[in-house]
């Protein structure tokens, strides 16, 4: 980890960039004139992204108990299960905050303490005689993150190409090389040994490079975008078997969200920025979104995913609708549990506080540096409406047990001879399977 030394335009991060042309009207209240947030800095040599807050700092942690569900725990288990793999331990120490011990054992005590605890008063109780919370530095070295949202969505689509559908997802090319503990690309695999720097997307594309290796055919260049960003998608093939595909891969080139591009070239004022606007835009002029999207250099790769593993962030496991965070691997521990104190929409549009415990089980590539954070909101049109809604300052708290509390709390046995996580499954239909995924930006 840099810093502390130890994966895609999802529906926001495909309007991504718009938080450094927005004011975030409705998130905070300015009382002078601001210079732009830079919610992309990156950690000075050292910094830590965390910082332990004295008790009489700690926020109020009994809040997000009065609002938990069932899906915080099965979020929990899953995180618990990562732990019980030998991979994990590679992730840490995280230094200056955490060993492996700490943060497993963390994942261990919160469920526990959330099982056991009878009213807020007794939950709060023990989170403080048992546990640390360390906020975030944010972006400004005073907490500030921004939030955006992201989702796995549905579109109809062909294992061959037809009329209908004529524009590919790839699959992973054999050259593709990436980091094998974090999964950041590093180039392409030249014939002399050498890594060099892929070509952009429009190259890519114009030059037909991975043609012979199409995973499936969707109806629009927009569809394929949108699928890269988010990193994963539910396919409804013609004979409405369900056909599921997740991130494998991404070229080394810069990331730029489709958002920020139509704003700046006067297309959709920020005010009316969203994944509806933009797909309004496509309809009304496919031929201007195209070159904007090529701005967006990086380019995805897909594998067909079990749909009992769909989606799935980057600890390998699938991810929790509202209960799992993406943040960058490079400055957060991960598999832990995380306190969300930011504002979310309801389907109405209406703003709401979204103060919740989730666990850091993904990543991102327009998640990167300690100001940024992504909420999973699930699956289809609904879950699209409430990400591309997700676009507010807050700030987040990682808990980590004291150390003397780590060895009260050891893996469970079964979860300390857990198999391997769950891979891409070969390329075959998942009839009747349903489940939730995510994008250009993922890392796993």
């Given at each position: 980890?840099?810093?502390?030394?130890?994966?895609?335009?999802?529906?926001?991060?495909?309007?991504?960039?718009?938080?450094?042309?927005?004011?975030?009207?409705?998130?905070?209240?300015?009382?002078?004139?601001?210079?732009?947030?830079?919610?992309?800095?990156?950690?000075?040599?050292?910094?830590c992204?965390?910082?332990?807050?004295?008790?009489?700092?700690?926020?109020?942690?009994?809040?997000?108990?009065?609002?938990?569900?069932?899906?915080?725990?099965?979020?929990?288990?899953?995180?618990?299960t990562?732990?019980?793999?030998?991979?994990?331990?590679?992730?840490?120490?995280?230094?200056?905050?955490?060993?492996?011990?700490?943060?497993?054992?963390?994942?261990?005590?919160?469920?526990?303490?959330?099982?056991?605890?009878?009213?807020?008063?007794?939950?709060v109780?023990?989170?403080?005689?048992n546990?640390?919370?360390?906020?975030?530095?944010?972006?400004?070295?005073?907490?500030?993150?921004?939030?955006?949202?992201?989702?796995?969505?549905?579109?109809?689509?062909?294992?061959?190409?037809?009329?209908?559908?004529?524009?590919?997802?790839?699959?992973?090319?054999?050259?593709?090389?990436?980091?094998?503990?974090?999964?950041?690309?590093?180039?392409?695999?030249?014939?002399?040994?050498s890594?060099?720097?892929?070509?952009?997307?429009?190259?890519?594309?114009?030059?037909?490079?991975?043609?012979?290796?199409?995973?499936?055919?969707?109806?629009?260049?927009?569809?394929?975008?949108?699928?890269?960003?988010?990193?994963?998608?539910?396919?409804?093939?013609?004979?409405?078997?369900?056909?599921?595909?997740?991130?494998a891969?991404?070229?080394?080139?810069?990331?730029?969200?489709?958002?920020?591009?139509?704003?700046?070239?006067?297309?959709?004022?920020?005010?009316?920025?969203?994944?509806?606007?933009?797909?309004?835009?496509?309809q009304?002029?496919?031929?201007?979104?195209?070159?904007l999207?090529w701005?967006?250099?990086?380019y995805?790769?897909?594998?067909?995913?079990?749909?009992?593993?769909?989606?799935?962030?980057?600890?390998?496991?699938?991810?929790?609708?509202?209960?799992?965070?993406?943040?960058d691997?490079?400055?957060?521990?991960?598999?832990?549990?995380?306190?969300?104190?930011?504002?979310?929409?309801?389907?109405?549009?209406?703003?709401?506080?979204?103060?919740?415990?989730?666990?850091?089980?993904?990543?991102?590539g327009?998640?990167?540096?300690?100001?940024?954070?992504?909420?999973?909101?699930?699956?289809?049109?609904a879950?699209?409406?409430?990400?591309?809604?997700?676009?507010?300052?807050?700030?987040?708290?990682?808990?980590?047990?004291?150390?003397?509390?780590?060895?009260?709390?050891?893996?469970p046995?079964?979860?300390?001879?857990?198999?391997?996580?769950?891979?891409?499954?070969?390329?075959?239909?998942?009839?009747g399977?349903?489940?939730?995924?995510?994008?250009?930006?993922?890392?796993k």
């Amino acid at each position: 980890m840099q810093g502390c030394s130890p994966r895609p335009l999802r529906a926001l991060a495909l309007i991504g960039s718009l938080a450094f042309f927005s004011a975030l009207a409705g998130c905070k209240t300015e009382e002078a004139p601001a210079p732009a947030p830079d919610y992309t800095r990156q950690l000075g040599p050292g910094e830590c992204a965390l910082r332990k807050l004295d008790p009489s700092e700690w926020p109020d942690v009994g809040a997000p108990w009065r609002v938990r569900d069932p899906n915080l725990t099965q979020a929990l288990d899953r995180s618990i299960t990562w732990f019980g793999l030998p991979s994990s331990k590679t992730k840490f120490p995280f230094m200056q905050v955490c060993t492996w011990d700490q943060a497993a054992a963390s994942a261990v005590a919160f469920k526990q303490v959330l099982q056991d605890s009878k009213d807020e008063a007794s939950f709060v109780a023990a989170l403080k005689q048992n546990f640390d919370v360390w906020q975030t530095v944010g972006w400004n070295g005073k907490g500030v993150v921004l939030f955006t949202g992201y989702y796995s969505p549905e579109f109809k689509g062909s294992l061959k190409q037809t009329g209908e559908f004529k524009y590919p997802l790839y699959k992973r090319p054999p050259d593709l090389v990436t980091d094998p503990n974090n999964g950041e690309p590093k180039g392409r695999a030249a014939k002399d040994g050498s890594v060099k720097p892929w070509p952009a997307r429009k190259e890519l594309e114009d030059s037909q490079a991975f043609k012979g290796t199409e995973l499936v055919w969707l109806q629009s260049p927009l569809d394929v975008y949108i699928a890269q960003v988010n990193g994963s998608a539910k396919i409804i093939l013609p004979d409405n078997s369900t056909y599921y595909v997740g991130y494998a891969g991404k070229t080394d080139r810069p990331y730029k969200g489709l958002g920020a591009s139509c704003v700046e070239a006067g297309l959709i004022p920020k005010d009316k920025l969203s994944l509806s606007a933009i797909v309004a835009l496509y309809q009304k002029d496919p031929a201007k979104v195209q070159e904007l999207i090529w701005k967006n250099e990086s380019y995805v790769f897909f594998a067909t995913y079990d749909g009992n593993n769909w989606p799935s962030g980057s600890l390998g496991f699938k991810v929790t609708e509202k209960e799992t965070l993406a943040t960058d691997k490079k400055v957060y521990p991960q598999g832990g549990v995380v306190l969300v104190d930011t504002q979310s929409i309801d389907f109405g549009g209406k703003k709401q506080r979204f103060m919740k415990y989730m666990l850091d089980q993904d990543t991102g590539g327009a998640i990167q540096a300690p100001g940024r954070a992504d909420i999973y909101m699930g699956v289809g049109p609904a879950a699209e409406i409430l990400a591309g809604g997700q676009l507010c300052e807050g700030t987040m708290y990682y808990l980590f047990l004291k150390p003397d509390a780590v060895s009260q709390f050891p893996l469970p046995a079964s979860k300390k001879a857990a198999a391997p996580a769950a891979k891409p499954a070969t390329a075959t239909k998942q009839k009747g399977l349903k489940g939730p995924a995510k994008g250009d930006d993922a890392n796993k």
